[in-house]
């Protein structure tokens, strides 16, 4: 069974826009009086974006072995595929 033993920092959330994309994430994240903040927080969620933990990371390797994963993805996106379908 493979375990994460180590890292540091927050990986880019699926399709936020390159470099680019992520700072400006990342800024309005830290901002919660951001006009845009309550969206981007529900956005972040739907796409499994949490600070770096370790557990968690742990967590969703376990899940992702079995089908969990997948079940919680659907559950957050409403059944739709990543390309919205």
Same mark, same amino acid.
């Given at each position: &069974? #493979?375990?994460?033993?180590?890292?540091?920092? =927050?990986?880019?959330? %699926?399709? !936020? +826009?390159?470099?680019? +994309? /992520?700072? %400006? /994430? &990342?800024? !309005?994240?830290?901002? +919660? @009086?951001d006009p845009d903040h309550? *969206? !981007?927080?529900?956005?972040?969620? #739907?796409? /499994?974006?949490?600070?770096?933990? $370790?557990?968690? !990371?742990? @967590?969703?390797?376990r899940a992702r072995r079995? +089908?969990? $994963?997948? =079940?919680?993805? %659907?559950?957050?996106?409403?059944? @739709? =595929?990543? =390309?919205? *379908?």
């Amino acid at each position: &069974m #493979s375990v994460c033993t180590g890292g540091i920092g =927050d990986a880019p959330p %699926e399709d !936020v +826009g390159g470099s680019y +994309g /992520f700072e %400006e /994430f &990342m800024r !309005v994240m830290a901002n +919660g @009086r951001d006009p845009d903040h309550a *969206s !981007v927080k529900e956005w972040a969620h #739907s796409q /499994f974006f949490e600070r770096y933990s $370790l557990a968690a !990371v742990n @967590r969703r390797m376990r899940a992702r072995r079995t +089908g969990e $994963l997948f =079940d919680e993805w %659907e559950e957050r996106n409403g059944g @739709r =595929d990543t =390309d919205g *379908s």
